[in-house]
Structures are given as C-alpha cells and as structure tokens.
C-alpha cells in the first residue's frame, strides 16, 4: 500500500511542478516581468530579446555567468527552499520536485543552446520564443497544462 501512496505523490510531485512551472512563466516572468523596474525583467527584456534577435539561441547559457541565467538559477533555488516544509510531509514529494527543477533548468537552458534539438524535443517551448504570440505557450518540459488551458499555439510564423 505504501508503494501505491508514494508512486501516486511523485506523479501529482510531477504535475504540481510542471504546473507551478505554466503558473510561474505566464504570471512572475511575463506578468510582472515585462515591468523594467521588477527584478524579474531579465526574462524579457534579456532572455526573450536575445532569443528573438538569434533565432532561439541565447548564448547567456554558454558561461553561466549572465545574470539572467543566474537569476534563473536563484529563482529556482527559491522556490525549492520555498517548498522545504513539504519534505516533512512526504519526503518523495520534495525530491521529484527537485528532480523536476533540475530538468526544467537542462531542458530550457539545452533548447537554448541547441536549438535544433529544442525545436524537435520541446517545439512549443521554441513556438513561445520563436511564435507571433509570446503571450502563449506557457509550459517548458511540457505543454501539458498548454493543452489543458487552451494556451498551446501552434506556429512559428513571425
């Protein structure tokens, strides 16, 4: 019985991540992202600009050193310490959502730096750069809750 209750709190783990992840690109980066003075502007003002100037590529991953790409890192470390309490409460949990954290941070930085690679593994994630409308395509590892919200645009005519 134990086996069935963790396989099922690392699958809801997975799509409370990849949820958090649709919530968190649409409303922090996008939504108070696009203001100047928010310490979240470097998703837009520099992650987006460079990807729409070089075809989806965004040379910031080569290094790491750019502050966007440690922004992200930041972000994301936040948000595992945010969630720390949940290990208490079901250890499987918190480490599928680290795992998912780190898969988030290889897929997305790898889609940048080989954009090949993005536009046939995540090409919604390549869609949401490289589409009319960058206000679509929310989900980066998936486009799963694109699908489930309606927000999955198809298309890279610029």
Same mark, same amino acid.
């Given at each position: 019985?134990?086996?069935?209750?963790?396989?099922?709190?690392?699958?809801?783990?997975?799509?409370?991540?990849?949820?958090?992840?649709?919530?968190?690109?649409?409303?922090?980066?996008?939504?108070? #992202?696009?203001?100047?003075?928010?310490?979240?502007?470097?998703?837009?003002?520099?992650?987006?600009?460079?990807?729409?100037?070089?075809?989806?590529?965004?040379?910031?991953?080569?290094?790491?050193?750019?502050?966007?790409?440690?922004?992200?890192?930041?972000?994301?470390?936040?948000?595992?310490?945010?969630?720390?309490?949940?290990?208490?409460?079901?250890?499987?949990?918190?480490?599928?959502?680290?795992?998912?954290?780190?898969?988030?941070?290889?897929?997305?930085?790898?889609?940048?730096?080989?954009?090949?690679?993005?536009?046939?593994?995540?090409?919604?994630?390549?869609?949401?750069?490289? #589409?009319?409308?960058?206000?679509?395509?929310?989900?980066?590892?998936?486009?799963?809750?694109?699908?489930?919200?309606?927000?999955?645009?198809?298309?890279?005519?610029?």
């Amino acid at each position: 019985m134990n086996i069935i209750i963790n396989l099922f709190l690392i699958l809801f783990a997975y799509l409370y991540a990849t949820f958090l992840e649709w919530v968190v690109h649409k409303y922090v980066l996008h939504g108070i #992202g696009k203001n100047k003075d928010s310490w979240f502007n470097f998703h837009w003002h520099s992650h987006h600009k460079k990807c729409r100037k070089n075809k989806n590529k965004d040379d910031s991953y080569e290094t790491f050193l750019a502050l966007s790409v440690r922004r992200e890192i930041l972000g994301l470390y936040a948000l595992l310490v945010f969630h720390l309490p949940v290990y208490f409460l079901s250890p499987y949990f918190f480490y599928t959502l680290i795992i998912c954290t780190i898969r988030y941070f290889y897929v997305h930085q790898k889609s940048h730096r080989n954009v090949e690679w993005g536009k046939k593994n995540i090409p919604w994630h390549y869609d949401h750069h490289m #589409g009319k409308d960058q206000d679509a395509n929310w989900g980066v590892t998936t486009d799963i809750w694109d699908t489930i919200l309606k927000t999955r645009k198809k298309g890279t005519k610029v």
